[in-house]
Structures are given as C-alpha cells and as structure tokens.
T-cell receptor, first 115, second 110 residues
Framework: DTAVSQTPKYLVTQMGNDKSIKCEQNLGHDTMYWYKQDSKKFLKIMFSYNNKELIINETVPNRFSPKSPDKAHLNLHINSLELGDSAVYFC??????????????FGEGSRLTVL | DQQVKQNSPSLSVQEGRISILNCDYTNSMFDYFLWYKKYPAEGPTFLISISSIKDKNEDGRFTVFLNKSAKHLSLHIVPSQPGDSAVYFCAASAYDKIIFGKGTRLHILP
C-alpha cells in the first residue's frame, strides 16, 4: 500500500494548456509539500500545507495553484503551461511541520513535459 | 543561491570499500541535516539525519559526520554494497523548510 501516491506519473502536454497533478498520503501526516526537480537536478520546495492551510509559498508563479481539500490530499493545478515548467514534481508529507527532524516521505514523482 | 552544495556530481567506489559523500552548507541557522537516497523513477527516501548539536550519528553501515565550524557534513557508507548505487541528496532543515543539494550519483563497482 503506497504511502504517498501521486498521479499521473507521466504527463505530456502542449504549451498553454492547464493540467493537474494529484497527491494523496495515507500516513496520517499533518503536512504535505510539492517539490520541483528541474533539469539542473535541484529539488526545490514550491508549497507546503499544514492541516489544509498554506504555510510555505516559495515565490512560485501564480499559474501554480495548490489545493488541499483535506489533510490527506494536496493537488497541484498549473495554468497556461510554459516550456520551463517541464520538470519532475514530487509530492511529500511529514508528521508535522518540518523543523524537528525533517523526515519527509516522497511520492514517486510526476514527470511533466511541456511541448 | 545554493545554501546546500554537493560539489561532486558522481562518485565510483569498489564494492566492499568505504563510500564518502560530501556536502557543504552556508546557512548557520540550519538545525537538522539529512541524507536522502533516490533510485531511478522513485521518490527520495530518508536515510539518516543529524542534529546540529551533534557531530556524529551512526545507523548500521551509514554514518553521518557534522563539522559545524567548517559548515560541512559527510555520509560514510561502509562496506559499500551494489544496492547502494543511487543518487544521494544532502538536505538541511531550518524552521519550516528543507533545502536540498543537487545530489551525488554513487556507483558501486563489482
């Protein structure tokens, strides 16, 4: 039973389209995150939510809109996709807001390719 | 602004020998340091961590060393095994954020 699952795993789309990536965790964690790994391989935090409330928004363009319907789900919607949005997007969760041990549980990643 | 730096993109080590992965950081406010391991087509998985008040933490074959004055940490794997071939990310935690390095790809040679 996958702890952090995200769908779809692969997504190929045209510039200008709108797409969503879904994430669910069954660990009972309070905090969920979206990370982006671009072509330079850095894993950069985009957003974090604690109990459905946004706590980190790392200067991400407002074309990216996270939505957390409950603490087990954090979806990422991207409007007007651009070539530079091509990356692997990782969802993650942690027991509480990071700052204690920093242990994150990651999903398998969703590879987005914008043509 | 690279707050966590892994300057070696890759490292090859003979099976059975010691693997040493290095990491440097710039922010003295980091209070936890972590190593994550990533296989292809999978998400990173937590490996080992160390609090900023310690200088060593050991878990089986994995040991992390922290040198706060040098703002440097390292992960030692001994003995190295074929299953250790992966990308290793160094990460540092401060307040609500974890900052990751670019990763080092470790190849364990037979």
């Amino acid at each position: 039973d996958t702890a952090v699952s995200q769908t779809p795993k692969y997504l190929v789309t045209q510039m200008g389209n709108d797409k969503s990536i879904k994430c669910e965790q069954n660990l009972g964690h309070d905090t969920m995150y979206w990370y982006k790994q671009d072509s330079k391989k850095f894993l950069k935090i985009m957003f974090s939510y604690n109990n459905k409330e946004l706590i980190i928004n790392e200067t991400v363009p407002n074309r990216f809109s996270p939505k957390s319907p409950d603490k087990a789900h954090l979806n990422l919607h991207i409007n007007s996709l651009e070539l530079g949005d091509s990356a692997v997007y990782f969802c993650a969760s942690s027991q509480s807001s990071v700052g204690n041990t920093g242990e994150l549980f990651f999903g398998e990643g969703s590879r987005l390719t914008v043509l | 602004d690279q707050q966590v730096k892994q300057n070696s993109p890759s490292l090859s080590v003979q099976e059975g020998r010691i693997s040493i992965l290095n990491c440097d950081y710039t922010n003295s406010m980091f209070d936890y340091f972590l190593w994550y391991k990533k296989y292809p087509a999978e998400g990173p998985t937590f490996l080992i961590s160390i609090s900023s008040i310690k200088d060593k933490n050991e878990d089986g074959r994995f040991t992390v060393f922290l040198n706060k004055s040098a703002k440097h940490l390292s992960l030692h794997i001994v003995p190295s095994q074929p299953g250790d071939s992966a990308v290793y990310f160094c990460a540092a935690s401060a307040y609500d954020k974890i900052i990751f390095g670019k990763g080092t790809r470790l190849h364990i040679l037979p």
